[in-house]
């Protein structure tokens, strides 16, 4: 029995998922705004479920002994606040990415985790996606690619989604883009290099995407354009680049290695209400047989939320609770991931590349590593 705490787009999807996958139910949801617990009922009865508890307070919801686990969709901004609240239950946390806005927070974090008797997962599921699961597969433990080189990222996508008070929209709430939306990305590239970073170089840019977007009287003050270079201690270089003015959405992996080239591809067209088109391709030349496939999960699962990820990022949480041996994002990656994007957004202001490790100690993380 799940406790939702947020019920936003997010919050949503994963309600959709637990109905979807059957191990769970949502037993309880909680939210500050009205509107968004209405929406979230609405559409949640739509799936035929029993309707949830809602509670009045966060409070309440934490202590509701049917519960045995929660899961923390609130903005980015509140989730230090809400983590410490839900901690008081003791009992198993799945938090949102990304983990926090700020490094202080996310150290916080892992001071929480280190201690908590139960256990958090931190919501990178991107790495649930279809083309990455099978790229790991492939680099990780086939090793088809002998030693990996250099790997190339790209996110190019329209504008980010509204949001309640359009909180993505401004670095002070959201983290910045680099943070917000790009720790994905950041995880899965820390995950294929098999390494630690130590440099960072960006630049990133608002290009004019929310030039006109205002709330509360003030300006949108997020980056909608970017490119990132990282560096590792074994010698791999990583690219990212993201570009937030595009009709569809497309994602693209490329790593390359000693023994060979492979290309992962997502395309979304929403426009025409197409399922996402994935496919993968292995470049191996003299060195073996080259071959390209299409992916997909069933239907249903694509369906339920970001093309199937959030469905096994969920099979994945449960099968913990069970006290099952699982991959998952732990805080100290989910705090990596944000150490690189954070190092990003400090390079693009300042037009430096950052040393991880001397940034790191700036901001006392280092007897976290």
Known sequence: KLGIIGTGTIGQEHMRVAQV???????GIFDPQPQSVAVALANFATLGGDAP?????LEEACADSRVDAFMICTPNYTHLDVLKAVAGSGKPIFLEKPMATTLADAAATIDLARSYTAFIQIGLQYRYKAQYVEARQEVLARRTLGEVS???MS?????FLDKVGQWNKFNEFSGGTLVEKCCH????????????PTRVYASAAASGVFAALEADGRRSDIDDSALVIVEYESGCR????????????????????????????ERFDPHHA???????????????ASR???LGYASAIEGSGHHGATYYEHAAFLDRIEGKAVEAATPEQGLWSMLVASAAQESSRSGQAVDIGDYAASNDLTRLL
């Open 21 to 27: 996958l059957g191990r769970a139910r949502v037993q």
């Open 53 to 57: 508890v809602v509670y009045s307070s």
């Open 150 to 152: 250099m790997i190339s």
């Open 155 to 159: 996110e190019f996508r329209p504008p």
């Open 185 to 196: 990305y950041f995880d899965l590239m820390n995950i294929f290099a098999d390494s630690r």
């Open 238 to 265: 990583a690219s990212f680049a993201l570009n937030m003015n595009c009709p569809d959405f497309n994602e693209e992996l490329s790593i390359v290695g000693s023994e060979g080239r492979l290309v992962a591809h």
């Open 274 to 288: 197409q399922r996402a088109h994935c496919s993968l391709e292995l470049e191996l030349g003299e060195r073996g």
């Open 292 to 294: 390209k496939i299409e």
